[in-house]
């Protein structure tokens, strides 16, 4: 009878105490961790040909040694040699082969030269800003790995499709607040231009930060591209958005409304105050921001009048235009004073609209300008699926949530309702 060997499962104190074990051996035996003939190089062939021998062994329906078991006219015929680059660098393997030429191993499969794990280094080089160029060197220079550019280009090509499925992806029925922001891209379009590439950003019912999608313009959108792009996100399944953050793109507060009767447009508090410091050296900065803080802040309209008549005074002398800033878009800022001091603290949270286009930027600074729209979404995309890895960004946001949430439930009375949404 065969014997049945259960799984072996490590707890978190077993797995360092493997790990120290290793590293103890590997020092007092002179050898390296990493590298050609490092331990962790020589542990992977181990594993990967122990996988491939199982296989194989599945595959003909005896083990090795054991020829009397077999039970068809196929067997084992020797090994090749093949060398496949992994995250630790490239790994010289010994593959079982059969008489046949019937097996298809899964584990490391035929004519495959890298494992799964190179692609999603590959991809996290991409979006952390790294060009093609940068990452075929850092693979020769960390991993002594030949990696050529055009590899990595069809390796980063590997995310169109995927890019396309997730701009069509099913949404969320209702947002309580959606933010809709532009990003400046260089492409060469005859000549180099800026292209803005507009992000919609929504907020979801259980406080989660979700990309609805990118979509690139040419700086000349009006009512009608605005329209396709709403509707587009309605059609793929958002019935109702509470509050759509804005920054008076031309024709896009009337698409708003007309896609979402229901929508209470808003401008962006985050631009205004984005714009306000490009008026004023980096030096002036963090004390204009304390105080427009008041401003923002202010129980009501007329305590923020006078707020604002506090910072008029102080900076007004030094930096006039960014006191006519405010004093221009005071008509579209002051709604939003009526909203609960929750719903004000989500419409200005800055962090995840700056976060994002600081990672946005830093993606397309590397690369100087593209060559067309869909090279700039090939840079952008994989910076974006890159977000937040470990979720911890999104459990603070799911934490700070339930106040909000409350008062998104009861000024959008019926329209709010977690279980379904």
């Known amino acids: 009878m065969t014997e049945i060997i259960e799984p072996v499962t490590l707890d978190g104190d077993e797995k360092q105490a493997l790990a120290q074990q290793l590293v103890a051996q590997a020092k007092a035996a002179g050898i390296d961790l990493v590298g050609?003939?490092?331990?962790?190089?020589?542990?992977?062939?181990?594993?990967?040909?122990?996988?491939l021998d199982e296989e194989l062994t599945e595959h003909l329906g005896y083990p090795p040694g054991e020829r009397a078991a077999k039970t068809g006219s196929n067997e084992r015929n020797g090994t090749r040699s093949?060398?496949?680059?992994?995250?630790?660098?490239?790994?010289?393997?010994?593959?079982?082969?059969?008489?046949?030429?019937?097996?298809?191993?899964?584990?490391?499969?035929?004519?495959?030269?890298?494992?799964?794990?190179?692609?999603?280094?590959?991809?996290?080089?991409?979006?952390?800003?790294?060009?093609?160029?940068?990452?075929?060197?850092h693979f020769a220079e960390v991993y002594g790995a030949s990696v050529s550019k055009d590899t990595v280009s069809r390796i980063t090509d590997k995310v169109v499709a995927e890019m396309a499925e997730w701009q069509t992806r099913p949404l969320d029925e209702v947002y309580p607040v959606i933010f809709i922001d532009a990003l400046v891209v260089k492409v060469r379009d005859g000549q180099v231009t800026n292209k803005p590439f507009y992000v919609v950003i929504g907020v979801t019912t259980r406080g989660e930060r979700d990309i609805l999608g990118i979509w690139a313009g040419d700086g000349g959108?009006?009512?009608?591209?605005?329209?396709?792009?709403?509707?587009?996100?309605?059609?793929?399944?958002?019935?109702?958005?509470?509050?759509?953050?804005?920054?008076?793109?031309?024709?896009?507060?009337?698409?708003?409304?007309?896609?979402?009767?229901?929508a209470q447009v808003q401008t962006c508090v985050i631009h205004l105050i984005r714009n306000t410091f490009r008026y004023a050296a980096r030096q002036d900065w963090d004390k204009m921001a304390r105080d427009l803080k008041p401003i923002y802040t202010a129980v009501n309209a007329e305590q923020a009048e006078v707020r604002m008549d506090e910072f008029a005074y102080e900076w007004v002398g030094k930096y006039p235009a960014?006191?006519?800033l405010w004093r221009s878009a005071w008509g579209e800022f002051i709604p939003f004073l009526d909203y609960d001091v929750e719903i004000r603290k989500i419409i200005c949270t800055t962090n995840a609209i700056e976060s994002l286009n600081a990672r946005y930027?830093?993606?397309?600074?590397?690369?100087?300008?593209?060559?067309?729209?869909?090279?700039?979404l090939k840079c952008l995309y994989p910076v974006t699926r890159s977000l937040d890895p470990t979720g911890r960004g999104r459990a603070r946001w799911v934490i700070r949530w339930k106040a909000a949430l409350n008062a998104f439930a009861i000024t959008f009375e019926g329209r709010i309702n977690p279980s379904s949404n």
């Open 221 to 262: 959108e009006g009512a009608k591209f605005w329209l396709n792009v709403l509707t587009e996100i309605k059609n793929r399944g958002v019935g109702d958005v509470c509050i759509a953050v804005c920054d008076g793109l031309k024709g896009l507060p009337d698409a708003i409304t007309t896609v979402w009767e229901l």
């Open 82 to 137: 093949k060398t496949v680059l992994t995250e630790i660098g490239p790994v010289e393997l010994d593959v079982p082969r059969d008489r046949d030429g019937s097996f298809e191993p899964t584990i490391v499969r035929k004519r495959q030269r890298r494992l799964n794990g190179v692609d999603e280094l590959v991809l996290s080089l991409t979006a952390r800003g790294l060009t093609t160029g940068e990452i075929s060197a």
């Open 361 to 376: 930027r830093r993606a397309v600074r590397a690369r100087g300008h593209f060559p067309n729209d869909a090279a700039a």
């Open 36 to 51: 050609p003939d490092g331990l962790l190089t020589g542990l992977t062939k181990q594993v990967l040909e122990t996988a």
């Open 322 to 324: 960014a006191v006519k």
